[in-house]
């Protein structure tokens, strides 16, 4: 349980950042795919698109608790979710913004 928990939560993470800049591109899918398969991928993402983006936030929030992940696990988050912002090659201001915000958010709970 505690491996897909955290399968789902580094999908529905890095989906989040997927669309700080309004653009999901075939790079930043790839990328994701290549950490998690695709059965969790095309799952977690059904979830996603239901969810307004408060509804994320919480999502994202609830995770983080209830997966009781340490600092060292916020920074690993971290740095995957800047990995897939450099994918397409484009690293944007947008992105830029809602990496600032998710650090607040992964460390208030690390």
Same mark, same amino acid.
């Given at each position: 349980?505690?491996?897909?928990?955290?399968?789902?939560?580094?999908?529905?993470?890095?989906?989040?950042?997927?669309?700080?800049?309004?653009?999901?591109?075939? /790079?930043?899918?790839?990328?994701?795919?290549?950490?998690? #398969?695709? &059965? @969790?991928?095309?799952?977690?993402?059904? +979830?996603?698109? $239901?969810?307004?983006?408060?509804?994320?936030?919480?999502?994202?929030?609830?995770?983080?608790?209830?997966?009781?992940?340490?600092?060292?696990?916020?920074?690993?988050?971290?740095? /995957?979710?800047?990995?897939?912002?450099?994918?397409?090659? #484009?690293? &944007? @201001?947008?992105?830029?913004?809602?990496? +600032?915000?998710? $650090?607040?958010?992964?460390?208030?709970?690390?």
């Amino acid at each position: 349980m505690e491996a897909e928990f955290h399968k789902d939560f580094l999908t529905y993470l890095l989906l989040f950042a997927t669309h700080a800049d309004f653009n999901f591109d075939e /790079e930043e899918r790839e990328y994701i795919l290549s950490k998690v #398969d695709e &059965s @969790t991928f095309n799952r977690v993402n059904r +979830i996603f698109e $239901k969810h307004n983006d408060i509804q994320r936030i919480d999502r994202i929030r609830y995770y983080m608790e209830k997966g009781n992940y340490s600092q060292a696990d916020a920074a690993t988050l971290t740095s /995957e979710v800047l990995k897939l912002f450099k994918a397409d090659g #484009d690293y &944007s @201001t947008l992105e830029q913004n809602l990496m +600032i915000g998710l $650090k607040r958010i992964l460390k208030s709970y690390s």
